[in-house]
Structure formats: structure tokens, C-alpha cells
T-cell receptor, first 114, second 113 residues
């Protein structure tokens, strides 16, 4: 029973264009959402987060959008760069993200082509 | 200014042996979390510890797995009598008490032969 779903295993984008990574969740108790980026043989790196009281959070080239009614969030990367090529994980928490476990999706592998 | 340190990076064990994975949290972080990533899967929560306390072990298999975070020294994830299905990447994360404060280590890749 997957509570956090990333339905696209992979995504290929041209350098300079927008990358849009999607994530759906089923548990209405989730109130905090995070995106992590992971390179091979390394641990995940925190990228950006959003609380359920917001619908958008922006940090440089990265923007996360949250649609609570649709239980959907997305990560936008503009402009995409070759160094953004990695696996991106969506994660959710039911405790405001401060403590307790995170529920991760299976990840989307982003390839940004020069 | 070390991040979360995990060792060893790679660990090979024969079926039936014990595996010990170590995690030293970031300086100032008192919360430690262990996650497991099976091939082609996302990270799955295993256990959340504070010093000398297990706070949430709802993701730990009922048998053969145990974790501790002693007053002194690193957190240890221990797997007794390993089986092939235990082969995975095990990640440790630490945080202070702040949302989004997870910092992950580089993981330990356990291979059971």
C-alpha cells in the first residue's frame, strides 16, 4: 500500500527547459512534504519542503506546488541544468516534519541533456 | 565540519552472519533515523532513536533487527543471521528538532552472499 507515489520512473529534459516532477499521496493526515535529490552511491540531499498550510514554496530554481484537494505536489526546476541529473524522491510526514518517520516515494530519475 | 558519517560504506556478509552498521550523527543533532532502500524502491523507514531511547521502531522487522543509540558513541543497526533479502542500502539520517532538518549519510551497502 503505497502512500506516496511517483508514477514516472524517469524523465528526460533538455538543458535550459523546465523539469516537472510529480508526486501523489493518499494519506490526508500528511501535513509536511519534502523533496530530496540523490546521486548514485550517495545519501539523499534535502532540496525543498512545503507545509500543508501553503500551496507554493520557492527556492532559487526550485519551486514546489501543493494541491491538497488533489493530494498532489510537484517540483519545478527552471532552468534545468545537467548537474540536476539525479533521482528525486518525494517524501511526506504526518507530524509537521519535525520528528518521526518520512514516507518516501520510489523516486523519479531525471536526466538533463546538454 | 563532518556530516552524518556512516561506516562501513560497503559490507559483505555470508548468510547467517551478523552485520553491524554504524552511524555518527551531525554535531548538535540528537535525533537519528535509519532507513532501508531495496533495489528499485524508495527509502523505507525503520527506526527513530534519541540518545538511549527508541522513539519509533514501527518499521523494524520483528526478528533479527535491533538498533541502539547509546549515550556515548555512534548509533548501531544490528542485523543477526543475515539472509539474502537483507541486501540493501541502509541510510542513517540525523536532525535537530526542526522541520525539514533531516541530513542523510552516504549509506552502507550490505551484500549478503
Amino acid at each position: 500500500d503505497q502512500q506516496v507515489k511517483q508514477n514516472s520512473p524517469s524523465l528526460s529534459v533538455q538543458e535550459g527547459r523546465i523539469s516537472i516532477l510529480n508526486c501523489d499521496y493518499t494519506n490526508s493526515m500528511f501535513d509536511y512534504f519534502l523533496w530530496y535529490k540523490k546521486y548514485p552511491a550517495e545519501g539523499p540531499t534535502f532540496l525543498i519542503s512545503i507545509s500543508s498550510i501553503k500551496d507554493k514554496n520557492e527556492d532559487g530554481r526550485f519551486t514546489v506546488f501543493l494541491n491538497k484537494s488533489a493530494k498532489h505536489l510537484s517540483l519545478h526546476i527552471v532552468p534545468s541544468q545537467p548537474g540536476d541529473s539525479a533521482v528525486y524522491f518525494c517524501a511526506a510526514s504526518a507530524r509537521g516534519g519535525s520528528q518521526g518517520n518520512l514516507i518516501f516515494g520510489k523516486g523519479t530519475k531525471l536526466s538533463v541533456k546538454p | 565540519n563532518a556530516g552524518v558519517m556512516q561506516n562501513p560504506r560497503h559490507l559483505v556478509r555470508r548468510r547467517g552472519q551478523e552485520a553491524r552498521l554504524r552511524c555518527s550523527p551531525m554535531k548538535g543533532h540528537s535525533h537519528v533515523y535509519w532507513y532501508r532502500q531495496l533495489p528499485e524502491e524508495g527509502l523505507k523507514f525503520m527506526v527513530y532513536l534519541q540518545k538511549e531511547n527508541i522513539i519509533d521502531e514501527s518499521g523494524m522487522p520483528k526478528e533479527r533487527f535491533s538498533a541502539e543509540f547509546p549515550k556515548e558513541g555512534p548509533s548501531i543497526l544490528r542485523i543477526q543471521q543475515v539472509v539474502r533479502g537483507d541486501s540493501a542500502a541502509y541510510f542513517c539520517a540525523s536532525s535537530p528538532q526542526a522541520p525539514g532538518g533531516y541530513t542523510f549519510g552516504s549509506g552502507t551497502r550490505l551484500t549478503v552472499v
